[in-house]
């Protein structure tokens, strides 16, 4: 993501603790180096587990990594609406809702 893309909070971050940024993007880009999945389907991961933790600025983020790498708008509701049966209606319903904030943007 350009540095114009990313929220304000994340660039003031970024600049503030530039070095723990940079390990904790390193990280991230190391683990989804290390196996088989692709892209879109690792953010699409990422995204159960940020409504998991009712995390609405890590859905906002998800869901713009996951429309990055291909996903579909369809795609991103189904696994959305799939966590159902496991977090509940109100947790996803939520998440529904934070994704939309992206959504309706694109």
């Known amino acids: 993501m350009t540095e114009d893309k990313m ?41 159960a587990a940020a409504i998991a933790i009712h995390s609405e600025g890590a859905v906002h983020s998800h869901v713009r990594r996951a429309i990055a790498s291909g996903a579909t708008p369809q795609e991103i509701y189904h696994a959305i609406v799939l966590l159902s049966s496991t977090l509940g209606f109100p947790t996803v319903s939520a998440a529904l809702s934070w994704a939309e904030d992206i959504l309706q943007k694109q």
Request: charged residues 35%.
């Open 7 to 47: 929220p304000a909070h994340y660039r003031f971050e970024k600049q503030k603790h530039e070095e723990f940024i940079k390990a904790v993007e390193a990280f991230g880009k190391t683990v989804k180096d290390q196996g088989p999945l692709d892209e879109k389907t690792a953010h699409l991961i990422q995204l």
